[in-house]
């Protein structure tokens, strides 16, 4: 383990937990929250009273405590355990195919996909469970995807500093399969390349054919 607090780390270990502090002052009881759910049992037209109800606001209230668990986690956290001993190890690793279940922040359904997460590591490594749990967090949360993807990306670029990193995610958004225009079958594909990821036309080519997407993005 080593400390790897530069000071572009800090500045954003700060910012994220002013952020998650002011989030929480503001934050309202179980009670108030699972009011807040029978009126929106009301608000759909139901009683919140009759039998098959009674429980929903709990349950309600449950499932977003596990929905939106990321905002009680630090990513830049999860990645300050790296390994340095890596035998020179200087090509590129990749994590395909990482499943993740977020919510869209503008209606509160899901959106569910996969991440590719691919870094040319400079020295240090980190272990796989760790940037796959770094999806997870960001995806707990209410989240755009375009967001979602910059942010796995920077927060992996500026904690372990590698010389590069690239994140695509592909995912279907409810909102669109089940409201509003209704088109399912349809994926939306993001992408945040970084350092030779950006730079080198060569490292991004090897990237997305490591992820099966020859050519598609970037
Ligand atoms: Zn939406």
């Given at each position: 383990m080593n400390d790897i607090m530069g000071a572009g780390v800090s500045d954003l270990t700060e910012n994220l937990a002013r952020e998650r502090t002011e989030a929480?002052?503001?934050?309202?009881?179980?009670?108030?929250?699972?009011?807040?759910?029978?009126?929106?049992?009301?608000?759909?037209?139901?009683?919140?009273?009759?039998?098959?109800?009674?429980?929903t606001p709990d349950r309600v209230v449950r499932a977003y405590e596990e929905f939106f668990a990321g905002y009680t986690s630090d990513p830049v956290e999860l990645l300050q355990r790296t390994f340095e001993e890596t035998d020179?190890?200087?090509?590129?690793?990749?994590?395909?195919?990482?499943?993740?279940?977020s919510h869209c922040e503008h209606h509160v359904v899901p959106i569910i996909g996969v991440v590719h997460v691919g870094y040319l590591p400079k020295r240090r490594?980190?272990?796989?469970?760790?940037?796959?749990?770094v999806v997870e967090v960001y995806a707990r949360r209410l989240q755009i995807q375009e967001?979602?993807?910059?942010?796995?990306?920077?927060?992996?670029?500026?904690?372990?500093?590698?010389?590069?990193?690239?994140?695509?995610v592909e995912a279907a958004h409810q909102c669109m399969t089940t409201r509003g225009v209704h088109k399912p079958g349809v994926d939306m594909v993001t992408s945040r390349?970084?350092?030779?990821?950006?730079?080198?036309p060569t490292t991004r080519?090897?990237?997305?054919?490591?992820?099966?997407?020859?050519?598609?993005?970037?």
């Amino acid at each position: 383990m080593n400390d790897i607090m530069g000071a572009g780390v800090s500045d954003l270990t700060e910012n994220l937990a002013r952020e998650r502090t002011e989030a929480v002052a503001r934050r309202p009881s179980r009670k108030e929250a699972e009011e807040a759910v029978r009126t929106l049992i009301r608000w759909a037209g139901d009683d919140p009273d009759r039998e098959g109800l009674l429980g929903t606001p709990d349950r309600v209230v449950r499932a977003y405590e596990e929905f939106f668990a990321g905002y009680t986690s630090d990513p830049v956290e999860l990645l300050q355990r790296t390994f340095e001993e890596t035998d020179g190890y200087d090509e590129m690793v990749v994590l395909r195919d990482i499943r993740f279940e977020s919510h869209c922040e503008h209606h509160v359904v899901p959106i569910i996909g996969v991440v590719h997460v691919g870094y040319l590591p400079k020295r240090r490594v980190v272990g796989i469970s760790k940037l796959a749990r770094v999806v997870e967090v960001y995806a707990r949360r209410l989240q755009i995807q375009e967001k979602m993807t910059a942010q796995i990306a920077n927060t992996i670029n500026e904690v372990m500093q590698p010389h590069g990193v690239g994140v695509v995610v592909e995912a279907a958004h409810q909102c669109m399969t089940t409201r509003g225009v209704h088109k399912p079958g349809v994926d939306m594909v993001t992408s945040r390349m970084l350092g030779e990821f950006r730079d080198n036309p060569t490292t991004r080519r090897e990237f997305l054919s490591m992820i099966g997407r020859p050519g598609h993005v970037g």
